[in-house]
């Protein structure tokens, strides 16, 4: 099993994008950008605005800072593991992997699953599906799946937000178009999961949680079924497990449906992220 430290030691040494392997490019202009903040900003009108975050200079960027929620609450004599899937979208990752929806479904297993705008757009009819199942809460993946920044820097080669107001669009414009599917997104994981530690404090002054990772199952869906499966069963209590949702041709939803099937009968609590149950 791959756990925070030794997956992104891995991941260095090879040089390979383990979370970006549905990573979209910044194509969209920044005009649209303040577009989407300034909509959604209407929506959502008690929090601040980018102005008081100016003149800040990032300190810290990663995808393991102060701020980042990176376990779930546990309870005395059961192993607690937190399912959550990732649904990136863009060019070459807005598939539906309908096998792990129906797997977790099989099993009654609740899941987080982190829905992108672009992903969400191009699978109207899944997103109300999924919405109305208690099984899995929805939560948000970003406008444009990018690193959640103010100053631009880059995690795989993806360059992140540019300024506290893009920030802000990236976590607001998607919460409002969750929100048109009667979804309140109250969590928030970045394309990459990477940020800075201002953009970390912009989400938390806009009451949004950032949901980290302990262990990252299927490393961008290039996972094998049996890595995922044992990233999975050898999770530690309290463990926050990544994965993703978009790649129907991975070997993920084979690799949950075996872990699955492995702790069938064990004393494993499935929950959400706050670590409640459906």
Wanted: with cysteine.
């Amino acid at each position: 099993m791959l756990n925070r430290r030794s997956f992104m030691s891995v991941a260095a040494a090879a040089g390979v994008s383990a979370l970006a392997g549905c990573a979209s490019s910044r194509e969209t202009a920044v005009t649209e950008t303040a577009t989407i903040t300034s909509t959604s900003r209407e929506t959502v009108t008690a929090y601040a605005g980018p102005e008081r975050y100016a003149g800040r200079a990032p300190v810290l960027f990663g995808s393991s800072l102060p701020g980042i929620v990176e376990t779930v609450p546990t309870v005395p004599g059961r192993r607690t593991i937190a399912l959550t899937f990732d649904a990136c979208g863009g060019p070459h990752g807005s598939g539906v992997d309908q096998q792990l929806v129906d797997t977790l479904r099989q099993h009654s297993v609740a899941a987080t699953l982190f829905l992108s705008a672009s992903w969400m757009r191009a699978n109207p009819d899944v997103t109300r599906r999924l919405a109305a199942d208690p099984l899995f809460r929805l939560e948000n993946h970003g406008t444009r799946h990018l690193p959640l920044t103010i100053n631009g820097a880059a995690a795989y080669g993806i360059p992140g937000t540019a300024s506290p107001a893009e920030a802000i669009g990236e976590i607001d414009g998607n919460r409002a178009l969750l929100a048109e599917y009667g979804v309140e997104s109250n969590w928030f994981r970045a394309g990459t999961a990477h940020y800075d530690d201002v953009a970390v404090e912009i989400a938390r002054g806009r009451d949004v949680r950032i949901a980290g990772y302990t262990v990252n199952a299927d490393f961008g869906a290039t996972a094998t079924p049996s890595q995922v499966a044992t990233s999975i069963v050898d999770a530690p209590d309290g463990a926050i497990v990544l994965a993703h949702m978009n790649h129907p041709h991975s070997g993920t939803a084979d690799g949950v449906r075996r872990a699955l099937e492995h702790l069938r009968g064990e004393a494993v609590r499935f929950t959400f992220l706050d670590g409640t149950l459906p």
